[in-house]
């Protein structure tokens, strides 16, 4: 279909639910476009990045900010000693 996978599905689950759950005519319509619409979109933004989603997932857990300094309670750090071989 041309996006990935997980989206598409959770798409699709989506336009279901309209399409099972709410009686009514214009739910159903607006569940086909949301499902065509929204398939647009995720086609259009597969195509800029492929693994945009798995990426955002795995982003999830690191935090918002790295401070540019080490911790107060971080061990000091020996340089080794250079030593020429002239």
Sequence with gaps: MGAER???GANAVLFLVLLIGVPSLWA???GLLVF????FGIRLASKK???MFRTFIRS???QDFYPARPSTRAN???VPEFRSRL
């Design 76 to 78: 000091p750090r020996t």
């Design 60 to 62: 999830i857990p690191y």
């Design 28 to 30: 159903k319509l607006l």
């Design 36 to 39: 065509l619409g929204g398939h």
């Design 49 to 51: 990045d492929s693994q």
């Design 6 to 8: 997980e989206l598409v």
